[in-house]
């Protein structure tokens, strides 16, 4: 089992920027694929970005050039840093862990929310 907490949301407007972290405990944080995921209102949830447990990375379309996934395995923690936010960037953000051998082990934070209004 993989228990992740994620902090960082809030209330943010237009143009700013936000840091999302993702901690996890109860595995080997080094084995698992990271993610984070969002949830807007009304929406299915959708991809973020996603890293490896080498660092490769990636993400959707709607967020390149302004988000950035990175990973610190020592402190077995994933962050999601947001620039240039906009109001269609508004969602409930989710920590997603995948073990990098057995696809069937996935888990997920509780969400954070993240607002982007003035």
């Known amino acids: 089992q993989v228990q992740l907490v994620e902090s960082g949301g809030g209330l943010v407007q237009p143009g700013r920027s936000l840091r999302l972290s993702c901690v996890a405990s109860?595995?080997?944080?080094?084995?698992?694929?990271m993610g984070w995921y969002r949830q807007a209102p009304g929406k299915q949830r959708e991809l973020v970005a996603t890293i490896t447990p080498g660092g490769n990375t990636d993400y959707a379309d709607s967020v390149k050039g302004r988000f950035s996934i990175s990973r610190d395995n020592a402190k077995n923690t994933v962050y999601l840093q947001m620039n240039s936010l906009k109001p269609e960037d508004t969602a409930v953000y989710y920590c997603n862990a995948v073990h990098a051998a057995i696809r069937s082990q996935s888990f997920w934070g509780q969400g954070t929310q993240v607002t982007v209004s003035s």
């Open positions: 109860g595995s080997i944080f080094g084995l698992y694929h």
